[in-house]
């Protein structure tokens, strides 16, 4: 079996990464924080906070966020809701003008292969 390693976990600002959500659970590994590792394909690195404008573009998208799923422990996400969302997810959302705002000290690092810093600032979060 093979040994899956976390990446180092830092946050976009290069500093420690700090959880995103206890609860829900989030994150590719469920700890809370926006950890990724190679094998993370979707690169679950940005933590959001969604609205419910976004949750229904995601489910219009296809991938339906809102509804729970208990036999994956997944309770469903309601507006408020933070969540280690895909850097490619949210730079789709982001070009159809549905992003929801990030939270720098909680967004890894590896977010910034796929999204600038610069866009990330401009849809902070004021408060963490």
């Not at 609205?51 to 507006?79: K, V």
Request: include cysteine; proline fraction near 5%; hydrophobic fraction near 40%.
């Amino acid at each position: 079996m093979k040994t899956i390693t976390k990446d180092e976990a830092l946050n976009v600002l290069g500093s420690a990464l700090e959880p995103c959500s206890m609860e829900p659970l989030t994150g590719f590994f469920r700890d809370g924080c926006c950890n990724t590792c190679a094998q993370d394909v979707g690169s679950h690195t940005v933590c959001v906070e969604v609205t419910q404008a976004f949750l229904e573009y995601s489910r219009f998208a296809g991938n339906d966020l809102s509804t729970p799923h208990p036999e994956f422990q997944f309770p469903g996400l309601q507006e408020g809701d933070r969540w280690c969302l895909c850097a490619g997810r949210w730079l789709e959302a982001y070009e159809k003008g549905m992003a929801p705002r990030v939270f720098l000290n909680n967004t890894h690092i590896k977010a910034l292969k796929t999204i600038p810093l610069s866009l990330l600032e401009q849809f902070a979060a004021t408060i963490n």
